[in-house]
């Protein structure tokens, strides 16, 4: 019989970060990727609120709907890949991607939000180049005269 699966080890050698919160929004797990992708260290994001990788102009949306799922029980979310800003601890704008999954205690009540998490600001920026360089390009053909 194999050996049962370690979820701590698990978590912990995942490459993608892996934040659970509780659910008044306070951080209650967070593995390397979190800390090699946030630059907080767990001990300086455990206990923190989810607002430690919030940007202020996001916050009221994101505990708006937090508030509704911890109330209804259910997320629109599950099975979709979201795309948002973030922070990093120095100050730096990140964006992420994540999907998410509830947490239910003995009660059936949410008490908990687990996202697995992938730095996706390389992928941003190219895709922001590339706009850019499109605009351009349209700007250009518009300008030129017709032959």
């Known amino acids: 019989m194999p050996d049962p699966v370690d979820y ?14 509780d659910a008044r929004g306070l ?11 946030f630059g907080f260290t767990a001990e300086e994001a455990l206990g923190q609120s989810l607002d430690l990788i919030t940007p202020d102009r996001h916050r009221r949306r994101h505990w708006d ?19 948002v800003p973030a922070l990093h601890k120095d100050g730096r704008p990140l964006s992420i991607a994540f999907s998410v999954g509830l947490l239910f205690d003995d009660a059936g009540a949410v008490s908990g939000v687990t996202a697995i998490v992938r730095d996706d600001t390389g992928r941003w920026n190219d895709e922001r180049e590339m706009r850019r360089r499109l605009a351009e390009l349209e700007a250009d053909v518009r300008a030129a005269p017709n032959p």
Not at 70 to 76: E, L, P, Y
């Open 8 to 21: 701590a080890q698990l978590v912990e050698t995942a490459g993608d970060a892996i934040v659970v919160s």
């Open 27 to 37: 951080i209650v797990a967070w593995n390397a990727a979190a800390e090699r992708i």
């Open 65 to 83: 709907g937090y508030a509704k799922t911890m109330a209804s029980g259910k997320t629109r979310y599950g099975t979709e890949i979201l795309r």
